[in-house]
Nanobody, 119 residues
């Protein structure tokens, strides 16, 4: 099973950017999918999470600016980032709870995608 993120880059403050994360491989079902980020010198922190049923959670510092969505049929999750600030600069990671059989659920991580927001 693999998680692959894409869509990162260098943008100016205020500009929108959308990240994607695709899960592939021997998958029975993809449960909750999450976005984390890690800025230089800081610990990795959760940004948003989205359950299979569509319940979404956002960390306070992105509420009203970021939108988390998913396409279940494509095992894909998106993070639309609007009104970006320089402090949003970080490596963004995708994380998912994936059922590889009817009984076993494992935690997977993507390799990360860099987002740099200039002022």
């Amino acid at each position: 099973v693999q998680l692959v993120e894409s869509g990162g880059g260098l943008v100016q403050a205020g500009v929108s950017l959308t990240l994607s994360c695709v899960a592939s491989g021997n998958i029975y079902k993809v449960n909750t999918m999450r976005w984390y980020r890690q800025a230089p010198g800081r610990q990795r922190e959760v940004v948003a999470g989205l359950t299979l049923g569509g319940t979404v959670h956002y960390t306070d510092f992105v509420k009203g600016r970021f939108t988390n969505s998913r396409t279940n049929a494509k095992n894909t999750v998106y993070l639309q980032m609007n009104s970006q600030k320089p402090e949003d600069t970080a490596v963004y990671y995708c994380n998912a709870d994936i059922k590889v059989t009817t009984s076993y659920v494992y935690d997977y991580w993507g390799q990360g995608t860099q987002v740099t927001v200039s002022s």
